[in-house]
């Protein structure tokens, strides 16, 4: 239950807030996960963030960067978003849900139905984090969200600042698996790859990201990753669609809930990780497999 509010005006104060407070403190952005009905996260002390300027959006020649509190929607509005990324935040049905949830409240929430975790992990992006030191000076780290998701309880008292795309050569998408479009989700699965002109070595960087209730054994992180099938696909070990539909089918742990069965999610974790990586080898012009 929310026993204290504050409306914090500058990074440096929300940090100390929380610091102050420790895990029974969180940051308030859009609310929808701190106000929604049975939540994980049952702060007594929220840091409203609205006043930090946190809400904007910037490119460049590089990528771009979003603010942490800039929302699904206002993303989506933006003239310059890439259409994977825009079908990562579509997986939020609701106008009035995108309206309020935001980019940085999604990733630090760690659910593993999480909307946008797969695809962000496949994408490879970058959270600047702001902390604050032994001498209680406010400082910003660059951190792969990879290691951002996989250690989440070293970064429990930081606050997401920006979300960087630095890699736009790089192709990433995701698919999501539900009965409905707000209903319970079965799976979503994420993949993404950087691709080279070599016959030998045509993939690197190789990431396969999949979240869902009753879908593998997260221990600890936030996503849950498949190393061994990223290697071998880099490596060349792996080389067809469906060589690697069957890899992750038999690789991806899962269990049977109101969501689907076990078979069903290793199913599904299979044929989208497959297509997604059609899809990738199409736009990189090799074809649709090798």
Partial sequence: ???????????????????????????????TEINRLNTQHPFAVVIDLQDLGLSSIAEDGNGFELGSCVTFQQALD?????????DALRYAGSRTLRNSATIGGNI????????????????????????IGSEELE??????????????EMYRDSLIVRIVF???????????????????????????????????????N???????????????GMVYRLPDIESALSEGVIRTAAELQKAVSEATAAVSDFTGSAEYKKYLAGTAVAQLYSRGLEKAGRGSDL
């Fill in 1 to 31: 239950m929310i026993e204290n509010y504050v409306r914090v005006s500058s990074i440096k104060e929300a940090l100390e807030i929380k610091a102050l407070h420790g895990a029974e403190a969180g940051y308030l952005a859009g609310g």
């Fill in 78 to 86: 933006w003239k310059s978003v890439p259409a994977a990324f825009a």
């Fill in 108 to 131: 630090a929430s760690g659910r593993p139905d999480s909307y946008l975790l797969p695809f962000l992990t496949a994408a490879k992006v970058r959270l600047i984090l702001a902390d």
């Fill in 139 to 152: 400082h910003e780290e660059s951190v792969p969200i990879r290691e951002f998701a996989e250690h989440s």
């Fill in 166 to 204: 630095d890699k736009p050569g790089r192709f990433a998408a995701s698919q999501r698996f539900s009965k409905s479009i707000q209903g319970a989700v079965s799976l979503t699965a994420g993949f993404g790859a950087d691709f080279s002109d070599s016959d030998a070595r045509p993939l690197e």
């Fill in 206 to 220: 190789v990431r396969i990201a999949l979240g869902g209730t009753g879908v593998g054994n997260y221990e600890g």
